[in-house]
């Protein structure tokens, strides 16, 4: 039904969908006015990924760049509340036993090159 949700929270979601644009139109439909979207998407440009490339597995279907990320939800007319760049943390780091050097890493690098990304969205 739309305009049913406060709220949408997709963890690790987006970069496993064959149409990301669909389901963010999706989202925007059920989403009451005002709803927000919260997205947590691996970090395209992140230094572990540039190192590694491990991101680009067959699973994922697209990766993003923060602007890349904010032009598909802006394009599907969401706002951008809030943006941030985080550090995958040990529960969530495939690489268990490199977890102590990529907090430290998470820490000297520029926020762009971090890990993972966190976009809170409105639907206006």
């Known amino acids: ?4 949700f406060d709220s ?16 963010l139109k999706e989202c925007y439909r059920i989403l009451r ?3 927000k979207l919260i997205i947590t998407t691996p970090n395209r440009e992140s230094w572990w990924n540039r190192l590694t490339k491990s ?3 067959k ?6 760049t923060k602007n890349e990320l904010i032009k598909l939800l802006t394009k599907n007319k969401f706002k951008i509340d809030k943006f941030l760049f985080i550090p995958f943390d040990k ?4 690489y268990g036993k490199f977890f102590g050097i990529r907090k430290i890493i998470h820490n000297i690098v520029p926020e762009n090159l971090r890990e993972d990304m966190v976009v809170v969205a409105l639907n206006k």
């Open 55 to 57: 991101y680009h597995i």
């Open 59 to 64: 699973y994922h279907k697209h990766l993003f």
């Open 8 to 23: 949408i929270v997709a963890g690790e979601l987006i970069e496993h969908l064959d149409n990301p644009c669909l389901f």
């Open 1 to 4: 039904k739309s305009k049913t």
């Open 91 to 94: 529960y969530t780091s495939v």
């Open 33 to 35: 006015k005002n709803g």
